[in-house]
């Protein structure tokens, strides 16, 4: 499979450099030169597939040119060997729990299966790879996770100083081993700018083999496009309309739904749910985008002032704004709203929502409000055991914490502290490759 940047339709890269290089050599993304389309047999016989089947298909359709059958099917195995239930709170209310995985993030999914393509291209090539990566909270930890003592990889995550609950920066800060987490004096938006710079600076991109494990890489993007199929599966459309609530932050769950569209699933509406980082929901309603500041909000992992994946949504509705309208709507909400959400559908469900598959609810609350008859599925993304604080105050009730986060509380936080500019941190980095 071939790449194209989105900068320039001519500059094209292969599937292993895609991989390494995270972004394209002129600095704009990768899109796929061509969007396969799942044959019809494919969604006839869906229903008997597993999610590692159905990612095994859906992945062989990018990637047949570029790995072996079997390396697809072992790597989509391994990688996704946690559970993902729907669970119907009402005749047409689905939450998809995606937050099962080992970091109990949906970004799990993407993680894992990057680390292991990653590693499977790093022993094919001989190299060492460092990966960079930005995090608002739960992709470090996820990413983390995912490569975790798998040889040849460095992982160094940035994260916002004191801007990630306690419990992400545990799960952060405490793995040891091949894993590095600076601490950075700033926003997440000052992270992203350290590691988008690293990938253009040429003194860095001869000394390491940089790659990029955030939502721009499309092999962290590809794999939330299984999950789509995976409802379609299990006839949780029952035969209506699939709508899908997305809680967006960088948008690369959003896009993933929108590949999925274009691959051929029937997806009727896709509904981007926002926190009061609203760039996106603006957009579907003005037309314009408009980069702004973060701010912090209880969906923190959402906190997200300039969407990196802004840019492929566009490119994929060949910028038609109308065409965009007619699959996307978009709504923001407060956080107000947010916890009024979580402790309303605990009073008339029993069901415990993590902040950010609340937005996801009230997404798709909102909705239902206007088409009342619609079967929606909204993405539950985050586990609530990772805001305990925040659930005892809402519900006045303990929640439980899964045995993984409890092991990571256990654990020594260890980071190197560093300023926003990024003449220190490329010091920092280079210090390292001398070191080592
Ligand atoms: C990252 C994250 C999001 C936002 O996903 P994007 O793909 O960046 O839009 C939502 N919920 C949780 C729990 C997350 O970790």
Redesign the pocket.
Known sequence: MQFYSTKNKNVRVGMAEALMRGIAPDGGLLMPTQIPQVSPNFLKTIRKRTFPEIATYLTSLFFQDDLPKETIENICTKSFDFTLPLTKLSNNLVMLEL?HGPTL???DFGARFMARITSYFARQTKKHITVLVATS???GSAVAAGFYKVPNIDVILLYPKGKVSPMQEKQLTTMGGNITALEIKGSFDDCQKLVKRAFGDYALRSRFTLTSAN?INVARLLPQIFYYFYVYAKGESLGKPLVFS?????????TAAILAKHMGLPIARLIAATNRNDVFTRYIKTGIFTPKLSKTTL?N??D?GN?S?FVRIVELYKNNLSKIRTDITSQSFSDSQTMTAIKEVWQKYQYIM?P?SAVAYLGLAQYQQKHPRINGIALA??HPAKFPELIENILHKKIPIPKGLKQALLGKKQTVELSNRFAEFKKYLLKQSVDS
Not at 246 to 253: H, W, Y
Request: proline share 7%.
């Open positions: 937050f993030a949906f970004k909270g739960d992709t939502s997305i809680p967006c932050g960088n948008l690369g769950n959003l969906s992992a959402m997200v969407p994946n993590d950010h993304t985050g």
